[in-house]
């Protein structure tokens, strides 16, 4: 489902994708990755990182083979770095596992990960944690894969929450919420469902509901990215640009390299008329986004109008639909290259 946010001085269609399993992990970082990405050539823009930790809880200290696969494109070999870490990119929307089988020592592990991107969704990565089981039965106690965020969630917080990972899998919003609602009562600061309950609010178009949802997982940790980077978009969609200017810069001081979160920001100060401020961030979000970040190029259009460079305007524009080229208003935009053209 795409939400779509309207300038007040130009409609300008934003397709963003606040996806359940998404908007939880986004802020989670690996220290060490950048020496074992592995890129995959399936023909995507999405990530996955993550990490092998030992049986006893701490980071494996050697390499391990870890097997990426898929029901459609077969298997792809990768080696984590000497601290357990991995990266894989290039990967498009689709299911895979992420496997660990050919440890001698330890017992075969798979954890599922299931890449939703709607089209004019930004790229985004999903996070893994790995521990991995002795396979003598002397061993300590099983753990398998984990999630470190949520190893404090009381049992029955956590079957609500993943019921509703299911649901919204399954594009249930209105199930998710009331299985999230379910979960926060059993356990008050769980800051991943209220953040998730303000993603589902967002897709049933309840934008009240979603910021009050962001502001709870805020007053448990005022510093949560994903929170902030949600209620920031929130904010825009409901055209309080004053508002979400100040959060989405609080956002980006914890992820500067956010292509969504530069782009909403741009976008709320073009409608503060702030165009140099504006031009800024877009141009970064274009950066870190590439065509992902496509509506970007419309902004960017208005303001080099707005400052009588007729001939930049233009060219965004171009640029949009070569990106975009069954938008919906093609036709129009076609119409506003050539007057841009012939005024210039």
């Known amino acids: 489902m795409l939400v779509h946010s309207h300038s007040?001085?130009?409609h300008l269609a934003v397709g963003v994708v606040l996806s359940l399993c998404l908007a939880g992990s986004?802020?989670?970082?690996i220290s060490g990755i950048s020496d074992t990405e592995s890129q995959t050539n399936l023909g995507g823009l999405n990530s996955i990182i993550g990490q092998v930790f030992a049986p006893s809880g701490r980071p494996i200290e050697s390499r391990v083979r870890v097997k990426l696969s898929t029901m459609t494109r077969g298997d792809r070999y990768f080696t984590t770095n000497q601290n357990g870490n991995f990266?894989?990119?290039?990967?498009?929307?689709?299911?895979?596992?992420?496997?660990?089988?050919?440890?001698?020592?330890?017992?075969?592990?798979?954890q599922t990960v299931d890449i939703i991107q709607f089209r004019g969704a930004p790229a985004q990565t999903y996070t893994v944690n790995i521990r991995l089981e002795f396979k003598d039965r002397t061993a300590p106690p099983k753990p398998a894969v984990v999630n470190a965020e949520l190893l404090n969630v009381p049992k029955k917080a956590l079957t609500h929450y993943n019921n509703a990972l299911e649901l919204a899998k399954n594009n249930n919003s209105q199930g998710a919420v009331d299985e999230l609602k379910l979960a926060?009562?059993?356990?008050p600061t769980f800051?991943?469902?209220?953040?998730?309950?303000?993603?589902?609010?967002?897709?049933l178009s309840k934008l009240d509901e979603a910021n009050e949802a962001f502001l709870s997982a805020l007053k448990i940790d005022p510093e949560s990215f994903p929170a902030l980077i949600n209620r920031g978009?929130?904010?825009?969609?409901?055209?309080?640009?004053?508002e979400a200017v100040p959060i989405l810069r609080k956002a980006l001081k914890k992820n500067e390299q956010s292509p969504v979160g530069h782009y909403f920001l741009g976008q709320a100060l073009a409608n503060l008329g702030l165009f140099d401020d504006a031009e800024k961030d877009l141009l970064k979000s274009l950066e870190l986004g590439k065509a992902?970040?496509?509506?970007a190029h419309r902004i960017l259009a208005i303001i080099y109008s707005s400052r009588g460079d007729k001939k930049r305007a233009a060219d965004e524009l171009d640029i949009y639909l070569k990106l975009a080229p069954t938008t919906p208003d093609a036709e129009k935009i076609k119409d506003q290259i050539r007057r841009l053209r012939e005024t210039n």
Not at 94 to 100: C, E, K, L, P, T
Not at 191 to 203: H, M, P, S
């Open 26 to 29: 986004v802020s989670a970082q």
């Open 233 to 242: 978009i929130v904010n825009v969609m409901m055209k309080r640009y004053g």
């Open 87 to 110: 990266k894989f990119t290039g990967l498009p929307a689709g299911s895979y596992a992420v496997i660990i089988d050919k440890e001698t020592e330890f017992k075969a592990v798979s």
């Open 292 to 295: 992902e970040m496509k509506e």
């Open 8 to 10: 007040k001085w130009q």
């Open 191 to 203: 800051i991943q469902a209220f953040n998730d309950l303000g993603v589902q609010y967002l897709k």
């Open 184 to 187: 926060i009562a059993e356990h």
